[in-house]
Nanobody, 125 residues
Framework: VQLQASGGGLVQAGDSLRLSCAAS????????MAWFRQAPGKEREFVAA????????YYEDSVKGRFTISRDNAKNTVYLQMNSLKPEDTAVYYC???????????????????WGQGTQVTVSS
């Protein structure tokens, strides 16, 4: 499975961005998908995840109410809608997928088998 993240850019505080992550290759039905981010000088951290079945979503506390993760299974694509962006949201954003037949999301990056290349989001104040 290959993951391709896109949609990052340079925006001002308060603006919105929508990230996309398209899966290709030997894809499988409804994988658990997540977004992580890594700010300069910091460790990569969990942002949001969506279950493979049912679509239950999970968010890191600082993005709750501002970010929305969603998926389009027909397109093998997961999205991260980011509203009311803040300078502290500046980071490289990575999408990730858990393995086949795993249906429950996790906030632990070690439990994700597939990773995209990352897309840069920069929020200016």
């Amino acid at each position: 499975v290959q993951l391709q993240a896109s949609g990052g850019g340079l925006v001002q505080a308060g603006d919105s961005l929508r990230l996309s992550c398209a899966a290709s290759g030997r894809t499988f039905s409804s994988p658990v998908m997540a977004w992580f981010r890594q700010a300069p000088g910091k460790e990569r951290e969990f942002v949001a995840a969506i279950n493979g079945v049912g679509g239950t979503t999970y968010y890191e506390d600082s993005v709750k109410g501002r970010f929305t993760i969603s998926r389009d299974n027909a397109k093998n694509t997961v999205y991260l809608q980011m509203n009311s962006l803040k300078p502290e949201d500046t980071a490289v954003y990575y999408c990730a997928a858990r393995g086949r037949r795993i249906t429950v999301a996790s906030m632990y990056q070690s439990q994700y088998a597939y990773w995209g290349q990352g897309t840069q989001v920069t929020v200016s104040s």
